[in-house]
């Protein structure tokens, strides 16, 4: 199986309130929060760790859910992510010299 | 304000949180503007160091929009050192510049950092009115280049035009410049005091007849008769309204790390030098006063018909003595939109009056009718 990976786009802007990601998209200026998993998601997103690790590593043990069911949403909210130009996604490691430090 | 902007911002004043600031990096500049409010010498401008440590206070804080501004701020030799680290921390970042300094390499490298938009000023389309106000012949030349080269990178850039005395025949042009341009153009009225208390600049500012004929323009206001509306009686809800987000959900701070509830509110309320940014905005005492305030507690303005829809600036207001009075130059402005004077207004000319008043002199003892 393919490992996917996940970096958080360098040309957002993101703030976290109150446990709740802030996120504005560089390519229109449009806002998105994210809830707290998804946060815990962007958050862990450095282009290196694969996306299934963040989940078995991250979500499964906040959150009481399968991995295989965890997965299957991170994924699905990884491409939705991208599609917004908040995510970069890949089957290599991504290096995005410009990635910032979420807080 | 877009309606999730709203949700947050109302989220960040619950919570207390500093969304929006604007960072003074400098007072210097290349241009002399004559309704400027600054003194362009430098008194001690924060190191590259001591802005960075600012700027990661600011980031813990929840500081979320971030405007650097100044002076000039492409004076500053680190200034794209301060961006970098600025954007590592994810700000999200507006600049507000005459971008005289600003050619393709430094308009490449704002895209390349993810800039979210740069506010040039502009204050007519003809060089003869910009180069006057500004005082340095050639600058809207090297402005209007400027923006060729951040719109070529796909940068989102805003023409700020302040209307004034000496060029406010002039805003149709700008507007059609910014419509070629394809760029945003906003129109501000307010000439403010200098910030060391000095009003000349004031003499600047348009009379209420010309911004009554600007405040009819339909290109600018859309439905001239909803805009020059009177508002409704005010509700005892809407009075519990706040006055502005200053030192609710935003704060300026200038190049020497003082910390103000807004760049046009005066206030001194720390200096990040000494204290860290979240301690002032937290507990100073002055901040915690303006926060207090609601439009209840408004002298003046209470009784006013123009309560609730006035562009009432508590800064102004405080440069005129009272914080919770009423701002002169908005009471203007109402009365230019609606053509109804103020309260605070009526009452100056009531003052106005008592001093002519004609007293009858008590008749001398003992005299007869």
């Known amino acids: 199986m393919t490992k996917l990976y996940v970096a958080r786009s360098p040309r957002v802007a993101a703030r976290s309130l109150d446990g709740e990601m802030m996120i504005m998209s560089g390519q229109d200026s449009t806002l998105f929060t994210l809830n707290k998993t998804a946060t815990i998601l962007w958050q862990a997103a450095d282009g290196a760790t694969p996306l299934d690790q963040i989940v078995e590593q991250k979500i499964c043990r906040e959150f009481e859910v399968e991995p295989a069911v965890a997965m299957k949403d991170a994924e699905s909210l990884a491409r939705q992510l991208a599609s917004h130009g908040i995510l970069q996604l890949d089957e290599q490691p991504i290096v995005s010299l410009g990635t910032g430090e979420p807080r | ?369």
Not at chain 2, 13 to 25: C, G, I, K, R, T
Not at chain 2, 76 to 89: E, G, N, S, T, Y
Request: proline share 4%; glycine share 6%; net charge neutral.
């Open chain 2, 1 to 369: 304000m877009s309606g999730l902007l709203a949700e947050m911002t109302a989220k960040a004043h619950a919570l207390n949180v500093p969304l929006n600031v604007q960072l003074d990096l400098t007072y210097r500049c290349n241009e002399r503007c004559v309704h400027c409010y600054l003194d362009h010498d430098d008194h001690g401008e924060m190191t590259t160091s001591e802005i960075k440590r600012l700027l990661d206070e600011m980031a813990d804080a929840g500081v979320f929009i971030l405007t650097l501004s100044g002076g000039e701020i492409f004076l500053r030799k680190d200034f794209f050192d301060i961006l970098a680290h600025a954007r590592r921390l994810m700000f999200c970042v507006k600049l507000k510049t005459n971008a005289v300094l600003i050619r393709e390499h430094q308009a490449r490298r704002i895209r390349e950092l993810g800039v979210h938009s740069i506010q040039v000023s502009i204050y007519s389309h003809r060089p003869e009115v910009h180069d006057a106000i500004t005082l340095v012949p050639g600058s809207l030349q090297r402005s209007l280049k400027a923006i060729r080269f951040l719109k070529s990178q796909g940068l989102k850039v805003t023409i700020a035009n302040v209307l004034m005395t000496e060029n406010w025949n002039d805003y149709p042009g700008v507007r059609a410049l910014a419509d070629e341009f394809g760029v945003e153009c906003t129109l501000d009225p307010t000439v403010t005091p200098m910030m060391d208390g000095n009003r000349s600049t004031l003499r600047l500012g348009v009379d209420t007849a010309t911004l009554r004929e600007v405040f009819r323009d339909k290109t600018l206001v859309g439905d001239v008769e909803e805009f020059c509306a009177v508002s409704e009686e005010a509700s005892e809800d809407s009075l519990e309204a706040l006055p502005c987000s200053a030192g609710h959900t935003a704060c300026y701070v200038s190049p020497y790390g003082d910390v103000y509830p807004c760049v046009q509110f005066p206030l001194p309320t720390g200096n990040v030098r000494q204290q860290r940014f979240v301690d002032i905005w937290r507990d100073s005492a002055q901040m915690k006063e303006v926060r207090s305030i609601r439009l209840k507690d408004l002298t003046t303005c209470t009784q006013c018909t123009h309560v609730t829809s006035c562009t009432r600036c508590p800064g102004l207001a405080y440069m005129e003595g009272n914080m919770r009075g009423p701002s002169s130059q908005d009471c203007e402005k109402s009365l230019a939109r609606t053509g109804i004077a103020s309260a605070n207004m009526l009452s100056k000319k009531r003052v106005a009056a008592n001093l002519i008043q004609i007293r009858t002199l008590a008749a001398p003892t003992g005299a007869t009718a």
